[in-house]
């Protein structure tokens, strides 16, 4: 495939509901859509920034800087590209910007599916029609409104419901939760960094409830202390923001520091090594999960052929379209299929068209690369 030319769009869209975690709120979507032309096909990806480097150290400026100044001058300069995996390789000298990569190497992914002629969960290996997922509940200011999501949720059939925690914001609203919904609901939380080693009576609290993981409780950049905790906790540990490569990966499950891994494309710097991670936690009998980043259409979609994958073993983060978006830019709009399921598109690429109406509704920019 030869590339002849890559646009970047910068959409803003609101958030339909109010969605915070212990790292603050996320007041609407500011992202990239990436889309490279080869001949009459056209591959898209979503960057999976958020509008502050609150997550990660990434934001959708440093995105578009990194895009314009390195990945897209390097996508240039290679001649020819056969598989989407030689993208890796060849942003390989430039350091971290995970998410910066991620979106030009999933657009790459995605048409070299419609080059091939097959869909982008068949290209990257997966095997599955349909994939249950999930819901994530953010910070509410009461446990009632919390309690009011969950039965929402339950009730269209999400498989895991999953809640933000932090502290003052933990026990009170698990506890609240199981007395309502009982000691089987797929139940986990999501502390995105906000306790340490000083809370752990906190989190051995936390213990008591069954919940099928508790995610990131300890520090964005820690695996060290979640072995410690690890050893203390029965509850699994599951890693987002410490895993970045399959490298991290492999020390984090060597050290003992967790028991699953959820997978982000973003996070991860692109599909190549998130299957990696994932092929890596299946040897090792770690269950993996896809979380997300408030996605739109094509994230979803991304996300949703991903998922395909089979050692993506629990229910992901990635919910229907209508969970934060009044209007998506991706059309058929994506909906579960049935509850708690969504199917796995078999048409060419991510499966979906473009929305042209909304995606113009949320377009702020657009500058185009030609090769
Ligand atoms: O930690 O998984 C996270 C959203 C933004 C940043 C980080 C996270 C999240 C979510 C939402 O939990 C997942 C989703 O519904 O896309
Ligand atoms: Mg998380």
Redesign the pocket.
């Known amino acids: 495939m030869k590339i002849d030319k890559v646009e970047l769009s910068r959409l803003r869209m609101p958030l339909k509901i109010r969605f915070e975690?212990s790292f603050g709120l996320?007041p609407f979507k500011d992202f990239l859509v990436v889309s490279v032309h080869s001949g009459n096909l056209t591959g898209y990806a979503e960057s999976a920034s958020?509008p502050y480097p609150v997550?990660n150290e990434e934001t959708t400026g440093t995105i578009s800087y990194i895009l314009k100044e390195f990945l897209i001058p390097k996508l240039f300069s290679s001649e020819s590209i056969t598989h989407p995996n030689e993208i890796h390789e060849l942003f390989k000298p430039i350091r971290r910007h995970n998410m910066a990569k991620a979106v030009l190497e999933g657009a790459i992914w995605d048409l070299y599916a419609r080059h091939q002629g097959v869909s982008l969960a068949r290209a990257l290996g997966g095997e599955k029609r349909e994939i249950e997922v999930g819901?994530?509940i953010g910070i509410e200011d009461t446990v009632e409104e919390v309690l009011e999501k969950v039965g929402k949720f339950t009730d269209e059939g999400y498989k895991k419901i999953?809640v933000?925690i932090k502290p003052g914001h933990d026990v009170k609203v698990i506890r609240a939760i199981r007395e309502e919904y009982g000691p089987d609901l797929p139940l986990m939380a999501?502390a995105?960094s906000a306790y340490t080693l000083n809370d752990i009576h906190i989190l051995k609290e936390l213990d008591q409830y069954n919940l099928i993981m508790i995610?990131?409780p300890l520090a964005h950049d820690d695996i060290i202390d979640h072995a410690k905790l690890q050893k203390q906790l029965v509850t699994p540990i599951c890693l987002?923001e410490s895993i970045h490569t399959a490298e991290d990966a492999r020390k984090a499950i060597e050290l003992g520091s967790c028991k699953i891994i959820?997978i982000k494309v973003g996070r991860v710097g692109g599909l190549t090594e998130a299957k990696k991670i994932h092929d890596l936690c299946k040897s090792n009998h770690i269950p993996v999960w896809c979380?997300?980043?408030?996605?739109a259409g094509i994230g979803r979609a991304h996300n949703i052929a991903l998922s395909s994958l089979n050692n993506f073993s629990i229910p992901g983060?990635?919910?229907a379209s209508d969970?934060y978006w009044a209007y998506d830019i991706v059309q058929p709009e994506i909906i579960l299929s049935k509850p708690g399921k969504l199917e796995v598109p078999t048409s060419h690429g991510i499966g979906y068209e473009i929305n042209k109406a909304v995606f113009d509704q949320y377009l702020i920019n657009k500058e185009t690369f030609t090769n």
């Open positions: 975690t996320i958020l997550y819901v994530s999953k933000k999501d995105n995610e990131q987002d959820n979380g997300g980043m408030l996605e983060d990635t919910s969970r």
